[in-house]
């Protein structure tokens, strides 16, 4: 049997497909390591499975499912995944709504039910 992809996975790849803007002058300090995009893609991956907290997310991606796998393998830029403290930090980010989305026309909303 031909394992399919799930629709997460190939909602997170479209991702991928969003057009970029040129990279500007080089900005003081220490330079970015990973993209804005995978941290849409975990913000997406979080919205779809209701995931609150970055330590949620975290764990969902340790299960060793075929789709977590994928999605796993999707969320590493030039073979490295992001570390915990490197989560942490960005998840500030996406409580805000980031230039990028802006640019794309996505909004995020956070409602306490």
């Not at 399919?4 to 969003?18: F, Y």
């Not at 970015?32 to 979080?46: D, G, N, R, S, V």
């Not at 030039?78 to 490197?86: E, H, L």
Request: aromatic letters at 6%.
């Amino acid at each position: 049997m031909i394992p399919q992809e799930s629709t997460l996975v190939v909602l997170v790849k479209m991702i991928d497909l969003i057009p970029t803007p040129p990279v500007g002058p080089a900005k003081q300090g220490r330079p970015i390591t990973y993209p804005e995009k995978l941290f849409l893609k975990a913000l997406l991956i979080m919205i779809v499975k209701h995931l609150h907290r970055v330590h949620e997310l975290l764990s969902v991606l340790n299960e060793p499912t075929f789709e977590i796998q994928q999605l796993r393998s999707l969320l590493t830029e030039n073979g490295r995944y992001p570390a915990r403290r490197t989560w942490e930090r960005r998840s500030s980010w996406s409580r805000s709504t980031s230039g990028s989305m802006r640019r794309v026309g996505i909004g995020v909303s956070c409602s306490s039910a």
